[in-house]
């Protein structure tokens, strides 16, 4: 019911809601550069792992009160070039770069 709600929120700008629950929606701001300071979270579980996001990696930019983003299985073209600073949990499987996908490594060993 509550996703239902927030949908209401903005039903053709999914850009426009606070809390982006549905793959499609999520796809379509993340590979449209669509990001706005509205959106609180993002909880991204892709249905297939064949789903790849071509995006540019700046779609987080203008999402300056994204607190919460939360991807699972999901595969994206490259990875993001900005997180906001108002981001406080970061779930984020199979990160697509090299230096971010290190240091998690390095923490799960120490």
């Not at 499609?24 to 993002?42: A, F, H, R, Y």
């Not at 939360?70 to 770069?97: C, D, M, Q, T």
Request: with cysteine.
């Amino acid at each position: 019911m509550g996703k239902e709600i927030v949908r209401k929120e903005s039903l053709d700008h999914p850009e426009k809601r606070s809390r982006l629950w549905f793959h499609k929606d999520i796809v379509e701001v993340l590979e449209q550069n669509k990001g706005s300071s509205q959106t609180k979270m993002i909880y991204l579980d892709c249905p297939s792992k064949e789903v790849v996001i071509n995006w540019n990696g700046e779609a987080f930019k203008e999402m300056t009160n994204l607190k919460t983003l939360v991807i699972k299985n999901a595969n994206f073209s490259e990875g993001s070039h900005y997180f906001p600073n108002s981001l406080r949990v970061l779930e984020w499987e199979k990160y697509p770069s090299t230096p971010f996908s290190i240091l998690n490594k390095t923490s799960e060993i120490s």
